[in-house]
């Protein structure tokens, strides 16, 4: 019984993804805010909604899991929107070419977060002493976010980039949405592929953070994948709402390194202290949701210092 829910989710995602590119998205166009932002209600709705399936497979508990770490997931994922707006900058990819890019770039995503995911369910299973590695991790990574670690963004540094850069055949110029075109010397790579690597390996890093982070929170491999995937399939659509407002978010990284830090300390202490799952899942919605009011509530004094200035 329990691999059909395996089967409703992959025919959840997959319908998702061939509606997305070969309906709604099937011809390169400029993504509008309204669009996007209902597009990001639906993604939203669906990934909330995935926990009645959750907890129809597993049980409260379950579901309380899901939704907790469906928040984490969710929340690190728009941290990760600052990384993409300053690949695509850096990149010159137009904004109608932009879609295309992030929907592959999930694609990956699907496969490399399952891979770390029952890679890492599977070591903590076998080799008890790993959690607290990723605690420390943990910990360690939300130290760095809190103190202003990880806030330059260098793409010409990218090691994948760079090797691509000089082994692979590539044009200098864009072609559309083209990945490859063929030249009169071959097949060639547009730059456009450069920027799908570029958010590939982005992906891999911040996998290091997310999935340790929702393993703090459940190791039922059903539980932590379903969250991260369903955070990741609306982080595109999200983008498009976001890119214009990310920096007046500005308490969101300091509320994602105290989450870290929790969720971190939470499977240190694992085995001397058990914390509800109810407690952990009001604490991460409380910590976004002050970040959230804070950041529009509170004027940014070096934006007005700026509004002075000019």
Do not use: C
């Not at 993804?17 to 998205?25: E, I, N, S, T, Y």
């Not at 990819?93 to 699907?110: D, M, N, T």
């Amino acid at each position: 019984m329990t691999a059909w829910w395996w089967v409703l989710f992959a025919a959840v995602v997959v319908a998702l993804l061939a509606l997305d590119l070969a309906v709604f998205h099937r011809h390169s166009k400029h993504e509008g805010t309204r669009r996007a932002l209902a597009w990001s209600a639906v993604y939203v709705g669906l990934g909330l909604g995935f926990a009645l399936v959750v907890g129809l497979a597993r049980g409260h508990d379950a579901a309380l899991s899901y939704l907790t770490a469906y928040l984490i997931e969710e929340s690190l994922s728009v941290d990760n929107l600052f990384v993409f707006l300053a690949l695509f900058t850096y990149f010159g990819v137009a904004s109608e070419h932009q879609h295309r890019v992030l929907f592959w770039g999930i694609v990956g995503a699907i496969v490399f977060r399952g891979l770390f995911i029952f890679a890492g369910v599977a070591l903590i299973s076998r080799f008890h002493w790993v959690m607290y590695i990723l605690g420390i991790v943990l910990v360690a990574t939300g130290a760095k976010l809190g103190l202003g670690g990880g806030e330059e963004v260098h793409p010409e540094r990218n090691v994948v980039v760079r090797w691509a850069s000089r082994v692979l055949p590539i044009v200098r110029s864009y072609h559309g949405e083209r990945f490859t075109v063929r030249t009169e010397a071959g097949l060639r790579f547009t730059p456009l592929f450069l920027v799908l690597l570029a958010i590939e390996s982005t992906d891999v890093m911040f996998a290091v953070d997310s999935v340790p982070a929702v393993l703090a929170v459940s190791r039922d491999p059903f539980v932590v994948y379903t969250s991260n995937i369903f955070a990741i399939l609306g982080l595109r659509a999200l983008y498009f709402v976001l890119a214009g407002a990310l920096r007046s978010l500005r308490f969101l990284r300091p509320a994602l390194a105290v989450i870290l830090v929790l969720v971190g300390v939470k499977m240190l202490l694992a085995d001397l202290v058990e914390i509800p799952t109810e407690v952990s899942l009001v604490a991460v919605a409380a910590i976004l949701g002050f970040a959230t009011a804070g950041s529009l509530l509170i004027p940014d004094p070096k934006a007005r210092k700026g509004a002075h200035r000019g």
